[in-house]
């Protein structure tokens, strides 16, 4: 549980932690098979897929736009829409190589960070953005997918909660 009496960084940054360890307890305890299974139909969404998508907008959040790197994609192209993807599941995906890759960027997410003021500006759209835009709309994100996980996880096995 994050801190409830801190500091806008310190809580900023302990929401976003809490909720990159929510997606990893929904992956607790599952097979290969259960994470790569889409159980919500008509959906193809699975947990696998929300793993790897993290990891891409991981990367796109605290690489691309934050530092200007030029990585590329991790698990394939971005959609039309120039959104990250990561959601397909391929043949030759592993829950074991999704999550190492978004563990990865999560620890280069953190030392670009760092150095960083909440106030910090990077170029985005023509614009500028803060990290503090950054910290928020990753929250957001990451609270998004994970009730789409407690959903999945939901159906696959019963299991509910955090």
Request: negative net charge; charged residues 25%; aromatic residues 8%.
């Amino acid at each position: 549980m994050p801190p409830m009496n801190a500091d806008e960084r310190t809580t900023l940054e302990s929401w976003l932690e809490f909720y990159r360890a929510t997606l990893a307890l929904k992956c607790e305890g599952l097979n290969e098979e259960q994470l790569r299974s889409a159980s919500v139909p008509p959906s193809e969404l699975t947990l696998l897929g929300l793993v790897q998508h993290a990891a891409e907008v991981e990367r796109n959040w605290f690489r691309r736009v934050l530092t200007g790197e030029d990585a590329a994609p991790i698990f394939g192209p971005r959609d039309p829409d120039g959104h990250d993807g990561g959601f397909e599941v391929s043949a030759h995906s592993s829950f074991r190589d999704a999550v190492q890759i978004w563990q990865d960027e999560i620890k280069q997410a953190r030392l670009n960070c760092a150095a960083r003021e909440l106030d910090g500006t990077a170029a985005f759209m023509g614009g500028e953005v803060s990290l503090r835009w950054i910290y928020t709309h990753m929250i957001a994100e990451y609270a998004r997918h994970c009730g789409h996980a407690d959903l999945v996880r939901e159906r696959i096995d019963g299991h509910v909660g955090v």
